[in-house]
């Protein structure tokens, strides 16, 4: 009797099993989006502070909130914080966290979570440049970065759910650059009980939570029901090294999304790929240029630069090199971002006349010296820095070094030529893209004197007045990208920067995707609980 007892249950189990899964609705379960990150074996790290790379930086954007993040059409928008309010002299900042606002264990998210992460982001010892860089205008930010303070005197708890933020002077991209990686939430609790390890496997503040973390494989990430706006849908970010192969895995159907980092989509790929439904295409907040260093022979040399950078053919360069995957630019802020629309004379493709330049510097092809021309090794930089050197050596006579480095390294020597020019390197080709969209971050940010981004030390007295003005410009934006249009036209006639082209973002997505936003800025989820899979 009781084996057949134990039979007949079996048997009910199996028959309501099976009625459970008819009456359950296809889709139901929790889906998956598989997101490629090109250009990387792994993530660095998972705390916000030491991220340094766009693929740091949008794991950090799905796992970590801050007190506001940007929505689809790149304006500022609550997210932790519920409201703020600001001071009559626009020095003080006052925000309200939500009510319940929580991480991904249920504990509350509180004010002194926010000061300590802010603090967090600003310390030497933490490591990472990014908060020392963008959260400098907060009160007391620079006792706490060279080492001096260990509490942020701007950043004040006034209660649980009330944090107030003094800054140093008005600034009309404060709360902007608020959204960036470096203002994440951290759990301060988790953070002092395990300094070492929290980090590995967060507690997290923003949409998603670590699910698993394979090394260099991929990071799964499960929604935290604990956001205010908590997702149904899990995402798996993946590592390709090779946007080739991260082409193809989507072509197969193994992937999502594919391109979402510079490059994502190969060049030779693009026409093939522009055929699909899938496929999406805008120019990239950023631009690919060469920097001189401003310090030392030939390139202390204004007129010595405009030879340079009048030597370029940036449309070849956009139209048949990479074959019209770019923008030729000859301007430093790319398309879309404010003041972008506002003329600047650039420096067009002129062989006669930077041979004349080069001549007023007083230079010939034989008494120049060596030059070096040092890039990173990713994409079609090789590519691009050959037929930069081709342009100089047929235009001027002068026969340029290439110096590949590996990315870290690259970067380690950028940071060196900061600190100490007169040992740096000559010249570079970089990119800089927008960590939040305004013009400051261009302008300001990359070619003030002294600023830390400066690395080739392009300094002028009347371009950095014009951008003083403007950084401080609350509420005239007109008169505001004014200033920042008349600085930039003076960095470009001196070149600051060479500027070559905006980057096309070249993206596709699975058409079944929902809830995604695709701008300049890249892809932007403006509601979390909208991300969808349809079938």
């Known amino acids: 009797m009781k084996t057949k007892h134990t039979l007949h249950l079996t048997l009910l189990s199996v028959l309501l099993l099976l009625l459970s899964m ?3 609705p296809v889709g139901a379960q929790e889906a998956t989006l598989r997101w490629s990150l090109e250009g990387i074996n792994d993530l660095v790290s998972l705390d916000p502070a030491k991220a340094s790379d766009s693929q740091g930086f949008t794991a950090i954007g799905l796992l970590y909130g801050g007190l506001v993040r940007l929505d689809g059409d790149l304006r500022v928008i609550p997210d932790v914080a519920e409201s703020w309010t600001t001071s009559e002299d626009g020095l003080s900042y006052t925000f309200t966290l939500r009510e319940g606002a929580a991480f ?6 509180t004010a002194a979570d926010v000061v ?20 400098s205008n907060i009160a007391g930010a620079s006792a706490v970065a060279d080492g001096s303070a260990s509490d942020l005197s701007g950043a004040v708890a006034v209660d649980e759910r009330t944090v107030q933020l003094t800054i140093n002077q008005p600034s009309a991209y404060f709360l902007s650059q608020l959204t960036f990686g ?14 070492t390890g929290w980090e590995l496997a967060p507690l997290t503040s923003g949409a998603y939570q670590v699910q698993e973390w394979n090394r260099g494989q991929n990071i799964v990430l499960a929604p935290n029901t604990y956001y205010w706006q908590a997702p149904s849908v899990s995402i798996a970010l993946s590592f390709n090294p090779d946007s080739e192969t991260a082409y193809q895995l ?15 989509i190969p060049p030779a790929h693009v026409a093939e790929a522009s055929a699909l439904p899938d496929f999406q295409s805008t120019s990239l907040f950023a631009v690919r240029y060469v920097g001189f260093n401003n310090t030392i022979p030939p390139f202390n040399d204004v007129n010595v630069r405009r030879a340079f950078a009048l030597a370029v053919d940036k449309a070849t360069l956009a139209n048949d090199v990479l074959q019209g995957t770019v923008v030729a630019s000859d301007r430093i802020l790319p398309l879309g971002i404010p003041a972008s629309e506002l003329p600047v004379e650039g420096l067009s493709y002129d062989p006669e006349a930077a041979r004349a330049a080069l001549a007023e510097a007083g230079v010939t092809p034989e008494s120049i010296g060596p030059v070096t021309l040092t890039y990173g090794v990713e994409g079609d930089n090789e590519r691009i820095v050959t037929v930069l050197q081709s342009f100089w050596q047929e235009n001027l006579g002068i026969t340029v070094t290439l110096e590949p480095l590996e990315l870290t390294t690259f970067s380690a020597r950028l940071n060196e030529t900061f600190e100490n020019p007169e040992a740096g390197l000559q010249a570079y080709y970089s990119i800089w893209g927008a960590d939040y969209p305004d013009p400051q971050n261009f302008i300001s940010q990359q070619l003030r004197t002294g600023v830390g981004n400066n690395n080739g030390h392009y300094s002028n007295a009347e371009f950095d007045a014009l951008v003083d003005q403007a950084d401080v410009l609350v509420g005239d934006v007109e008169n505001r990208l004014g200033l920042y249009n008349q600085a930039e036209q003076i960095a470009v006639s001196e070149v600051g920067w060479l500027p070559l082209y905006n980057p096309r973002l070249n993206i596709l997505v699975n058409p079944n995707v929902q809830g995604i936003v695709f701008n300049g800025q890249g892809l932007i989820i403006p509601d979390f609980s909208a991300l969808a899979i349809g079938s």
């Open 182 to 195: 470096s203002a994440k939430i951290i759990s301060k609790a988790q953070a002092e009980a395990d300094p």
């Open 116 to 135: 300590w992460s802010l603090t967090h982001a600003l310390d030497p010892n933490t490591g990472g440049w990014t908060g020392p860089f963008y959260l």
């Open 22 to 24: 008819a009456l359950t």
């Open 104 to 109: 991904s264990d249920g504990s509350p998210i």
């Open 250 to 264: 989507y072509r197969t159907g193994e992937l999502d999304i594919v391109g979402s980092q510079q490059n994502g």
